[in-house]
């Protein structure tokens, strides 16, 4: 299929999401739309899908204009989308979900789930995708999961396949997997439009590589280009991809895990007897895969979630199970993955939220009643010191880019008399700048002396950043390693295929 | 952007039972030594209950069985030693499965024992026997009417609403049920009114909720006081001063031919109004469509993931819209029915029974077969906190009463948690 999209629109009230973008995707090419979040990148896609409707511009389809009430007619034109949110229902099995919307039936409406297994089948094989059709959604692996979201596209009859972020929940191995898959349904003829952010692996599959900032395309350029060509464009300024690192000298043990235990909110338990040391002036990345216990780890940390066994020190107070405010008052720095829910108040101001976990404490409260000129001054002195972006510490901080919130609450944590910091995916959504910023300030924080646990998603983030990586799968430390070590080892042990306690 | 949450296949195999099912375990535990001690060892050794079973109503009963007689005590205390059984059982080997159907084991002995004790004689009743097949057929009718509340509950929340207007939609098809019955003698025009009637509730309950994006709880308890106030006024101002518009309503039972006759199980099952044998059929034809039809997946999308329904072209606001309205006229039918076996309409009569429909539809998880399950043994509960004072036992009406919600709670609480509601159950949808 070829597809071509000219001077799309879209604008949510007064903000323009796309502005006049036009591109060009040729039957059996892999073409690569790169951009930073919140670049427009997913509201094209969702134009593109019948799932919004554009304000201006058009779709053609084999030079055919088209438009699209729903993405049930999308589908039908042949257009598939692989979601970054996988768009399958967990109780389903694989063929419920396959033939949702397009069910085959016998007599009475009844689903013919024979023809439907026997019409999976095929699809698998010709494109040598191998999936249990009987399977259901949420006992499969999330690499697999996307396969199912591949074949339903394909069992559909996709011609043109959009993929949104679709490495971003995968580890290394199924990474590959997934490009192996890509080039074979080019190979095949299909057309692929791949939306990315990471540069890696956009030079590794792309065939075009069209590049998007604020809504607007802002060129194209060959896999060949380099890396740091690539983020220039994509961020409209040079970066620096490498943060700079004082040499690692280690001090005491400052935070130590001794075999815990924490049940996730469904009653099982997520962390699953972790050991785990930070010493003074280190920064221990804790890698692995969404999903594996790491957002349960740090809550239990935190004194967010109960911990059910295994003790937790900080600076040789046992803070197992404590309030949040005692670990605070141990000397827990908290970046927490959620900004907008545990990190900040939304509907207050900078600067309410630059002393959220200190409002009781002098200067900013005397016998029981706030200083706001302290609050104030406090504000004033971070907002420079940090560089957030506002207009004045009374702003709310709601109308702070993703960025700029970030920096708040990185603001906040650093200022204070911290003996330990943990983040958890501290760069999650932010915008490259933002990325060298918070990566820049963490690194300070260690050079200091200060220990840090940075749990990250990204390997990139953890390989900038580590000491030492620690690996988590299905509760597990599965092993901890020096940052020297090769990306495909520790995507095996993301994956949970060999485990190892190699100590440094 | 954020991403997804990849939960890790191996985690399952860690699983260890909560503490809840300790908690049910032990529960099981207490009733069991209850029954033993206070209906068992609390009734005098001589004391004898009498099961009878032949029908008051002979007219259907060309057989007749003898009377069983059990020595009160030492029957009690085995059904007491059986729960406490099964109570230890769940509480050493804390299965995955099956706890609550245990549960309602439970239930029923125990109720059996409360029964058995009530009656016994000597004792301080006067009726010094059990009927099985009326207390079967009594319970039957509270049964019918909680799984039509049941069936309305779960064909909403399989499409991700909430519909807690159960009760209101049974008040309101009560009141035009009776209207229309009085007026046109006709079951079958009465039944299209409360249909209606609930319907047109259902569609409320949709349109704010799914409109407005209104919360669902909060939607669905403000219809049901609505139609609570509503119904009092109008029978105030209408049936009061006009009776002849709510009397003489009771449905006639239908015996089919031969099976009627068969000992026990024809009174019970075969010699019923119209509006029960509407039920069964109603209960197989939302359990095909539910599990086999094209409809029914999509409907369990829409209810387990509105955004994947979404994606293939599946229009999620219509499906709820004609679910709920679908639910409420279900639930309006089973307000007939309810006045249909009461004979007219009263303010205030179906005392919560919406509520219980809403617990057996959880208790049954959400599937029709479950609903019918959980109904029967909420059934049995509701008739017997009614009846249980013409034995003269030495509890209050008021406690009486009390007692299926204190099963309702005691099954919700178990169940929460254990059982999975569909995945969007009263979360609104959003298009974006």
Redesign the interface.
Same mark, same amino acid.
């Given at each position: 299929m070829r597809l071509e999209l000219r001077a799309i629109t879209k604008r949510f009230g007064s903000l323009v999401a796309n502005d006049q973008i036009s591109i060009t995707v040729e039957p059996g090419q892999i073409h690569s739309l790169l951009g930073e979040?919140?670049a427009g990148k997913?509201t094209l896609m969702n134009v593109l899908?019948g799932?919004l409707h554009p304000d201006d511009g058009e779709i053609l389809i084999d030079g055919v204009p088209t438009t699209f009430e729903?993405?049930?007619?999308a589908?039908?034109r042949g257009i598939g989308?692989v =979601?970054? =949110?996988?768009?399958?229902?967990?109780?389903?099995t694989v063929a419920?979900?396959v033939?949702?919307? +397009?069910?085959p039936?016998k007599s +009475?409406?009844?689903?013919d789930y024979q023809k439907a297994t026997d019409d999976i089948r095929r699809v698998s094989k010709e494109f040598n995708l191998e999936v249990d059709p009987d399977a259901i959604i949420?006992?499969?692996?999330?690499g697999i999961q996307q396969r199912v979201e591949i074949l339903k596209a394909l069992s559909h009859d996709a011609q043109l396949l959009i993929l949104d972020?679709p490495t971003?929940?995968l580890t290394p191995q199924e990474i590959d997997a997934l490009m192996e898959i890509m080039r074979s349904l080019a190979a095949a003829g299909k057309s692929i439009l791949f939306i990315t952010h990471k540069l890696k692996e956009v030079k590794a599959i792309a065939d075009v590589i069209t590049i998007i900032r604020q809504g607007k395309v802002v060129g194209t350029a060959e896999p060949s280009a380099s890396e740091s060509e690539l983020a220039s464009m994509m961020v409209g300024r040079d970066v620096v991809l490498t943060v700079q690192k004082e040499p690692f000298s280690p001090g005491e043990d400052v935070f130590e895990i001794r075999d815990l235990v924490v049940r996730?909110d469904?009653?099982?338990?997520?962390v699953?007897g972790v050991s785990l040391d930070v010493r003074a002036g280190e920064i221990l990345a804790l890698a692995g895969?969404?999903?594996?216990?790491q957002?349960e780890l740090v809550e239990a940390i935190a004194g967010m979630r109960p911990v059910e066994s295994g003790t937790i020190t900080l600076n040789g107070h046992d803070i197992t199970n404590a309030s949040p405010r005692k670990v605070l008052d141990a000397g827990l720095g908290h970046i927490p993955e959620?900004r907008q829910r545990n990190g900040l108040v939304m509907s207050m101001t900078v600067a309410d939220n630059l002393v959220l976990n200190t409002p009781r404490r002098a200067p900013f409260a005397k016998r029981g009643t706030r200083n706001l000129a302290a609050v104030n001054a406090n504000a004033v002195r971070l907002i420079n010191e940090f560089d957030i972006r506002t207009e004045s510490p009374q702003e709310l901080v709601s109308s702070l880019s993703g960025g700029n919130q970030q920096k708040v609450i990185v603001a906040r944590e650093l200022s204070r008399d911290l003996k330990f910091l943990v983040a958890s995916q501290p760069t999650?959504?932010l915008d490259v700048g933002s990325i060298e910023y918070v990566h820049r300030q963490m690194v300070n924080h260690r050079n200091l002396g200060n220990a840090a646990l940075v749990v990250s998603?990204e390997l990139d983030e953890v390989f900038a950043l580590a000491d030492r990586i620690a690996v988590m799968?299905?509760?597990k430390i599965s092993g901890v390693v020096d940052p020297s070590v090769s990306r495909e080892s520790i995507g095996l042990l993301m994956a949970?295929t060999i485990t190892e306690t190699a100590h440094d | 952007?954020?991403?997804?949450?990849?939960?890790?296949?191996?985690?399952?195999a860690?699983?260890?039972?909560?503490g809840r099912t300790r908690i049910i375990s032990i529960i099981m535990i207490v009733i069991g030594l209850l029954t033993a001690l206070v209906f068992g060892l609390g009734s005098a050794a001589s004391a004898h209950s009498s099961l009878t079973f032949t029908p008051i109503n002979l007219a259907n009963a060309p057989w007749h069985l003898g009377r069983l007689t059990l020595l009160t005590r030492w029957t009690n205390v085995i059904l007491g030693l059986i729960t406490v059984a099964l109570g230890a059982e769940v509480f050493l080997r804390q299965p995955r499965r099956g706890v609550m159907v245990r549960f309602g084991v439970v239930a029923v002995l125990f109720l059996l024992a409360l029964l058995l004790w009530a009656s016994r004689a000597p004792g301080p009743s006067q009726v010094g026997y059990v009927n099985v097949t009326a207390v079967l057929i009594g319970s039957s009718e509270v049964a019918m009417v909680l799984i039509f509340g049941a069936l309305s509950g779960l064909m909403c929340e399989r499409s991700g609403v909430v519909n807690i207007a159960i009760e209101g939609q049974y008040i309101g098809g009560a009141f035009f049920g009776s209207v229309i019955a009085s007026t046109t003698h006709d079951f079958f025009l009465a039944a299209i009114a409360g249909m209606v009637a609930g319907a047109l509730l259902g569609l409320l309950l949709a349109f704010l909720s799914l409109r407005y994006l209104v919360d669902q709880i909060i939607v669905g308890v403000v219809i049901v006081t609505m139609i609570s106030y509503l119904s009092s006024y109008l029978n105030l101002q209408v049936l009061t001063p006009y009776p002849q518009y709510n009397t003489g309503n009771l449905a006639p039972n239908l015996p089919i031919p031969l099976l009627s006759k068969i000992p026990i199980i024809g009174p019970v099952f075969f010699n019923q109004s119209a509006f029960f044998y509407l039920m069964l059929v109603l209960v197989g034809v939302i359990s095909?469509a539910l599990f086999?039809?094209?409809?029914g997946? =999509?409907v369990?999308?829409v209810g387990?993931?509105p =955004?994947?329904?979404?994606?293939? #072209?599946?229009?999620v606001v219509r499906v709820r819209y004609i679910n709920v309205v679908l639910g409420g006229a279900i639930a309006g039918i089973g307000g007939v029915a309810f006045m249909a076996s009461q004979g007219q309409f009263q303010p205030g009569y179906t005392s919560g029974l919406g509520y219980i429909a809403l617990a057996a539809m959880i208790f049954g998880r959400w599937r029709p077969s479950g609903a019918v399950a959980a109904s029967v043994i909420f059934g049995l509960s509701v008739y017997l906190s009614e009846n249980l004072q013409a034995y003269s036992i030495p509890i209050s009406t008021e406690i009486l009463g009390m007692f299926p919600y204190i099963i309702t709670i005691v099954v919700v609480a178990g169940l929460i #948690?254990r059982v999975?509601a569909p995945?969007a159950d009263g979360i609104p949808y959003r298009h974006?």
């Amino acid at each position: 299929m070829r597809l071509e999209l000219r001077a799309i629109t879209k604008r949510f009230g007064s903000l323009v999401a796309n502005d006049q973008i036009s591109i060009t995707v040729e039957p059996g090419q892999i073409h690569s739309l790169l951009g930073e979040n919140g670049a427009g990148k997913s509201t094209l896609m969702n134009v593109l899908f019948g799932l919004l409707h554009p304000d201006d511009g058009e779709i053609l389809i084999d030079g055919v204009p088209t438009t699209f009430e729903n993405s049930g007619e999308a589908v039908r034109r042949g257009i598939g989308m692989v =979601h970054q =949110h996988f768009m399958l229902v967990p109780v389903f099995t694989v063929a419920e979900n396959v033939v949702l919307g +397009f069910e085959p039936t016998k007599s +009475f409406n009844r689903v013919d789930y024979q023809k439907a297994t026997d019409d999976i089948r095929r699809v698998s094989k010709e494109f040598n995708l191998e999936v249990d059709p009987d399977a259901i959604i949420e006992s499969l692996p999330v690499g697999i999961q996307q396969r199912v979201e591949i074949l339903k596209a394909l069992s559909h009859d996709a011609q043109l396949l959009i993929l949104d972020e679709p490495t971003a929940v995968l580890t290394p191995q199924e990474i590959d997997a997934l490009m192996e898959i890509m080039r074979s349904l080019a190979a095949a003829g299909k057309s692929i439009l791949f939306i990315t952010h990471k540069l890696k692996e956009v030079k590794a599959i792309a065939d075009v590589i069209t590049i998007i900032r604020q809504g607007k395309v802002v060129g194209t350029a060959e896999p060949s280009a380099s890396e740091s060509e690539l983020a220039s464009m994509m961020v409209g300024r040079d970066v620096v991809l490498t943060v700079q690192k004082e040499p690692f000298s280690p001090g005491e043990d400052v935070f130590e895990i001794r075999d815990l235990v924490v049940r996730d909110d469904r009653g099982l338990a997520a962390v699953n007897g972790v050991s785990l040391d930070v010493r003074a002036g280190e920064i221990l990345a804790l890698a692995g895969v969404q999903g594996n216990g790491q957002t349960e780890l740090v809550e239990a940390i935190a004194g967010m979630r109960p911990v059910e066994s295994g003790t937790i020190t900080l600076n040789g107070h046992d803070i197992t199970n404590a309030s949040p405010r005692k670990v605070l008052d141990a000397g827990l720095g908290h970046i927490p993955e959620d900004r907008q829910r545990n990190g900040l108040v939304m509907s207050m101001t900078v600067a309410d939220n630059l002393v959220l976990n200190t409002p009781r404490r002098a200067p900013f409260a005397k016998r029981g009643t706030r200083n706001l000129a302290a609050v104030n001054a406090n504000a004033v002195r971070l907002i420079n010191e940090f560089d957030i972006r506002t207009e004045s510490p009374q702003e709310l901080v709601s109308s702070l880019s993703g960025g700029n919130q970030q920096k708040v609450i990185v603001a906040r944590e650093l200022s204070r008399d911290l003996k330990f910091l943990v983040a958890s995916q501290p760069t999650r959504g932010l915008d490259v700048g933002s990325i060298e910023y918070v990566h820049r300030q963490m690194v300070n924080h260690r050079n200091l002396g200060n220990a840090a646990l940075v749990v990250s998603s990204e390997l990139d983030e953890v390989f900038a950043l580590a000491d030492r990586i620690a690996v988590m799968y299905a509760g597990k430390i599965s092993g901890v390693v020096d940052p020297s070590v090769s990306r495909e080892s520790i995507g095996l042990l993301m994956a949970g295929t060999i485990t190892e306690t190699a100590h440094d | 952007m954020s991403i997804a949450p990849a939960p890790a296949p191996t985690q399952v195999a860690t699983f260890r039972p909560s503490g809840r099912t300790r908690i049910i375990s032990i529960i099981m535990i207490v009733i069991g030594l209850l029954t033993a001690l206070v209906f068992g060892l609390g009734s005098a050794a001589s004391a004898h209950s009498s099961l009878t079973f032949t029908p008051i109503n002979l007219a259907n009963a060309p057989w007749h069985l003898g009377r069983l007689t059990l020595l009160t005590r030492w029957t009690n205390v085995i059904l007491g030693l059986i729960t406490v059984a099964l109570g230890a059982e769940v509480f050493l080997r804390q299965p995955r499965r099956g706890v609550m159907v245990r549960f309602g084991v439970v239930a029923v002995l125990f109720l059996l024992a409360l029964l058995l004790w009530a009656s016994r004689a000597p004792g301080p009743s006067q009726v010094g026997y059990v009927n099985v097949t009326a207390v079967l057929i009594g319970s039957s009718e509270v049964a019918m009417v909680l799984i039509f509340g049941a069936l309305s509950g779960l064909m909403c929340e399989r499409s991700g609403v909430v519909n807690i207007a159960i009760e209101g939609q049974y008040i309101g098809g009560a009141f035009f049920g009776s209207v229309i019955a009085s007026t046109t003698h006709d079951f079958f025009l009465a039944a299209i009114a409360g249909m209606v009637a609930g319907a047109l509730l259902g569609l409320l309950l949709a349109f704010l909720s799914l409109r407005y994006l209104v919360d669902q709880i909060i939607v669905g308890v403000v219809i049901v006081t609505m139609i609570s106030y509503l119904s009092s006024y109008l029978n105030l101002q209408v049936l009061t001063p006009y009776p002849q518009y709510n009397t003489g309503n009771l449905a006639p039972n239908l015996p089919i031919p031969l099976l009627s006759k068969i000992p026990i199980i024809g009174p019970v099952f075969f010699n019923q109004s119209a509006f029960f044998y509407l039920m069964l059929v109603l209960v197989g034809v939302i359990s095909f469509a539910l599990f086999k039809t094209r409809y029914g997946l =999509h409907v369990r999308a829409v209810g387990e993931h509105p =955004h994947a329904a979404a994606t293939v #072209g599946i229009n999620v606001v219509r499906v709820r819209y004609i679910n709920v309205v679908l639910g409420g006229a279900i639930a309006g039918i089973g307000g007939v029915a309810f006045m249909a076996s009461q004979g007219q309409f009263q303010p205030g009569y179906t005392s919560g029974l919406g509520y219980i429909a809403l617990a057996a539809m959880i208790f049954g998880r959400w599937r029709p077969s479950g609903a019918v399950a959980a109904s029967v043994i909420f059934g049995l509960s509701v008739y017997l906190s009614e009846n249980l004072q013409a034995y003269s036992i030495p509890i209050s009406t008021e406690i009486l009463g009390m007692f299926p919600y204190i099963i309702t709670i005691v099954v919700v609480a178990g169940l929460i #948690g254990r059982v999975r509601a569909p995945g969007a159950d009263g979360i609104p949808y959003r298009h974006d």
